[in-house]
């Protein structure tokens, strides 16, 4: 937990910052302190641990809040999520915070179920509505089939407008510390261009300088490969069904909402490609060994 004694002028509150460790949460945290502005990282490995499937640990966390980055893992498409949310609302009322940001997802039908219970939930409320992350190329199940040269997905020719997990950061950022300015505001945050899943790859490809391929697969073929690499049968399940269900068209088109919350257009994807491949992150072993 980071007290610093500085804090930003709108929200002198303490926030919290669940999903800590994660791709959004970690950059919404770091961004904060850089601000001074006073932090508790939550998630189940931090010194106040936060367990979605343990309310036990909700008040201890929520505990002085005045503000809460909501990340919901595993995903508000998963099963239980609205139950979740909405039990976890009441606890927000019942430990006096003011504002909630909640990040969600574009067209999901479980997604749009939460976000309804945060908007009537009392309390004030940003949302932030994300499409495709661009970083689970290299910070989550995708980064060792780049690696290995090849990614393996069931989604086709529908493009995507993948968003970069920083924008996502800084969008969140602006409206915990100025929730004056993004108070019932709902952005819906893309990339300024829509990928194929293959197209992404192939910018991979370039950025990287070597061959990465994409092999597109059937979604029951997916989902057993996914099993039989230890996956479990649930988390198989719902990736599928992002995949097959989510990419179906719904969400190709471009939002405006990194530049409606921010003032400054979204960072496009061949530019998250090439400073992700300048740290190395993707670089294979025998290229690990030869520097």
């Known amino acids: 937990m980071t007290t610093n004694r500085n804090t930003t002028a709108a929200n002198p509150g303490l926030t919290l910052v669940l999903g800590a460790t ?12 850089e601000l001074d502005a006073p932090v508790r990282r939550a998630s189940r490995s931090s010194d106040q641990p936060f367990d979605w499937t343990d309310p036990g640990t ?9 503000a809460v980055y909501l990340a919901y893992s595993p995903d508000l498409a998963a099963p239980g999520a609205p139950e979740a949310i909405g039990a976890f609302t009441a606890a927000m009322r019942e430990a006096g915070v003011r504002h909630v940001v909640l ?9 749009e179920q939460c976000e309804r219970l945060v908007r009537d939930s009392g309390l004030g409320w940003t949302i932030v509505r994300a499409s495709w992350f661009a970083q689970n190329f290299s910070e989550d199940y995708l ?11 069931p989604a086709g020719d529908v493009p995507e407008p993948f968003v970069d997990a920083d924008d996502i950061a800084d969008v969140a950022v602006a409206a915990l510390t100025r929730p004056d300015r993004h108070q019932g505001r709902a952005y819906e945050l ?8 293959a197209q992404a790859v192939g910018q991979i490809a370039a950025a990287t300088g070597r061959p990465v391929g994409y092999l597109q697969v059937p ?15 649930e988390v198989a399940e719902m990736l599928t069904y992002l995949f097959t269900t989510v990419l179906d068209g719904r969400n190709s088109a471009v939002a405006d909402g990194v530049q409606r919350a921010l ?3 979204a960072r496009d994807f061949a530019d998250y490609a090439h400073r992700t491949a300048a740290t190395g992150v993707w670089n294979t072993h025998e290229e690990e060994a030869a520097r």
């Open 58 to 66: 909700w008040a201890p966390a929520l505990a002085g809040a005045a």
């Open 263 to 265: 003032g400054r257009p």
């Open 190 to 197: 893309t990339g300024p261009r829509a990928l194929t899943f």
């Open 143 to 153: 980064l060792d089939p780049v690696r290995g040269g090849r990614v393996v997905l």
């Open 219 to 233: 979604p029951a073929d997916y989902s057993a490969a996914l099993q039989d690499e230890g996956v479990p049968a």
């Open 22 to 33: 994660g791709k959004t949460g970690r950059r919404v945290a770091a961004r904060l302190e």
């Open 103 to 111: 990040l969600s997802g574009r067209g999901e039908p479980e997604a």
